[in-house]
């Protein structure tokens, strides 16, 4: 009977993966991540090809700083009404359809531009790609949170990450042998066509309950406004402006506490070893001799379908675990796999020893993604759902680039050690003084996930449930 009764347990957990909602996501996924590699490395190929030096790629690529700052713009998403669209579709889709839209007209755009010619309309048009796509981003975040249940965030975070992760493959190999076979024109205008899996999608996606409900210090600002004898329109600007700007971090730290700074450490750091890690695995790949059509085969393509592996089952994890234990769990596979990666220096060029390496890294990696999407979810109240996760998705990924961009610089000093290296190549034959400063690089990689476990711990064990929404 207890047998019977944990087979009907994972068969309602795996139920969820056949709901509508539940496919919608999936064909959301690939339009948030379609965009996506469009303004990186596809764009970079691209305009490397076309003659354009490695300074004005650089340089480029900082049209994907959009990525970083949507916070600053999610408050206008969350309430802001747009004509017309906001009627037939609800806030949500309508800020969605309208963002795809845009990112359909920037890649036709792109594939109308010459960079070899003109490189100023390749920028334009890339940087209206990268905030449409970042638009794009925060509504169906938003669309997802108010779409589902907490015990159902983790399923929907792992189609997400499917559908996202299918897209890369369609804008990365699949644009570039387009561009191969045909041209760059024809490449960037079938990618505005795929679009469409976007747009269809937000049309044929339910309409969720938008709440009005007061913010929390909402009446005072009113009041506050009124004694001004203030006019009506500075009145309702001043409320629109509270409202969007200001009442979602007063409501999450009236929520929270002091436990709202734990929180934002946890999320900020819950990333940091495989952000700091991933700047230097492909350095680590040809530094040990690995061809690149086996870096392509192994990492590049088998490689996504074992983290797309990892963010399903992160997502079954999160509804029979629930969502915190779940996280620790995914903080503690991610940390420990940049181990792994110690084991492969010593191994040396070997294509089974690198396919096990990513069969780990991968699949911790997309289970504890999917896992801290699912927590970053539960955080938000709905009331705020784009600015409270922007402003979250945000915290996770600012740490780990900023300290990331130190990662060559770490093994370069770890590489300039004697002390170190001496040992560590004496181990094994082709280890060289280049070679053997990455095994204590990923050591320390490793290292730098202990805080986000211990945070994990802490917040389980000892902080309190979240102050109810109010709206004094």
Same mark, same amino acid.
């Given at each position: 009977m207890p047998a019977m009764t944990r087979a009907r347990g994972w068969a309602s957990s795996l139920a969820v993966y056949r709901e509508y909602r539940t496919i919608v996501m999936l064909l959301l996924g690939f339009s948030s991540g379609l965009p996506f590699l469009l303004v990186f490395s596809t764009l970079s190929a691209w305009l490397r090809e076309a003659g354009i030096s490695r300074t004005d790629i650089g340089l480029m690529s900082y049209v994907g700083l959009a990525y970083t700052i949507k916070f600053l713009w999610a408050p206008v998403i969350d309430h802001l009404h747009l004509p017309v669209l906001n009627r037939l579709l609800g806030k949500r889709r309508a800020w969605m359809l309208l963002a795809q839209l845009v990112a359909a007209a920037a890649l036709v755009g792109?594939?109308?531009?010459?960079?070899?010619?003109?490189?100023m309309p390749v920028?334009?048009?890339?940087?209206?790609?990268?905030?449409?796509?970042?638009?794009?981003?925060?509504?169906?975040?938003?669309?997802?949170?108010?779409?589902?249940?907490?015990?159902?965030?983790?399923?929907?975070?792992?189609?997400?990450?499917?559908?996202?992760?299918?897209?890369?493959?369609?804008?990365?190999?699949?644009?570039?042998?387009?561009?191969?076979?045909?041209s760059w024109a024809a490449a960037y205008l079938v990618m505005a066509l795929l679009m469409g899996v976007g747009i269809l999608s937000a049309l044929l996606a339910p309409r969720v309950a938008e709440a009005e409900a007061p913010a929390i210090g909402e009446e005072t600002v009113a009041h506050f406004v009124h004694r001004l004898h203030a006019d009506g329109r500075m009145a309702r600007s001043a409320g629109f402006l509270y409202r969007a700007v200001v009442a979602p971090f007063v409501d999450f730290f009236n929520r929270y506490g002091w436990w709202s700074l734990v929180l934002l450490a946890l999320i900020g750091l819950y990333r940091?070893?495989?952000?700091?890690?991933?700047?230097?695995?492909?350095?680590?790949?040809?530094?040990?001799?690995?061809?690149?059509?086996t870096i392509a085969t192994i990492v590049k393509l088998y490689g996504i379908w074992m983290t797309i592996a990892g963010a399903l089952i992160g997502g079954i994890a999160a509804a029979r675990l629930g969502v915190l234990p779940s996280l620790l769990l995914g903080a503690i596979a991610a940390t420990g796999t940049n181990?792994?990666?110690?084991?492969?220096a010593f191994q040396g060029a070997?294509?089974?020893?690198? /396919?096990? %390496?990513?069969?780990?890294?991968?699949? *911790?990696?997309?289970?504890?993604?999917?896992? $801290? #999407?699912?927590?970053? +979810?539960?955080?938000?109240?709905?009331?705020? /759902?784009? %600015?409270?996760?922007?402003?979250?998705? *945000?915290?996770?990924?600012?740490?780990?680039? $900023? #300290?990331?961009?130190? +990662?060559g610089s770490m093994v370069d000093g770890f590489s300039a050690t004697p002390a170190l290296v001496g040992p560590l190549a004496a181990m094994a034959p082709h280890l060289t003084?280049?070679?053997?400063?990455?095994?204590?690089?990923?050591?320390?990689?490793?290292?730098?996930?202990?805080p986000a476990i211990l945070l994990i711990l802490l917040v389980g064990y000892a902080r309190p449930g979240p102050a109810p929404a109010q709206a004094a």
């Open positions: 792109l594939s109308f531009s010459d960079p070899a010619q003109a490189l920028v334009v048009f890339a940087l209206i790609l990268a905030f449409a796509s970042a638009t794009q981003d925060i509504s169906i975040d938003a669309w997802r949170i108010e779409a589902a249940s907490d015990e159902k965030q983790g399923a929907l975070a792992a189609v997400y990450q499917l559908g996202y992760r299918i897209a890369l493959i369609a804008s990365g190999a699949g644009a570039l042998y387009i561009a191969e076979g045909v940091v070893p495989d952000f700091v890690m991933g700047v230097m695995a492909n350095p680590l790949y040809i530094d040990l001799g690995f061809e690149l059509s181990l792994i990666f110690v084991w492969l070997d294509p089974v020893a690198l /396919a096990i %390496t990513i069969s780990i890294e991968n699949f *911790s990696g997309g289970f504890a993604g999917t896992c $801290l #999407i699912a927590y970053m +979810s539960s955080l938000v109240n709905h009331e705020f /759902a784009a %600015t409270q996760y922007a402003l979250f998705s *945000s915290a996770f990924a600012l740490p780990g680039k $900023l #300290i990331g961009g130190l +990662s003084a280049q070679t053997a400063g990455y095994i204590p690089f990923f050591i320390t990689t490793a290292l730098m996930g202990v």
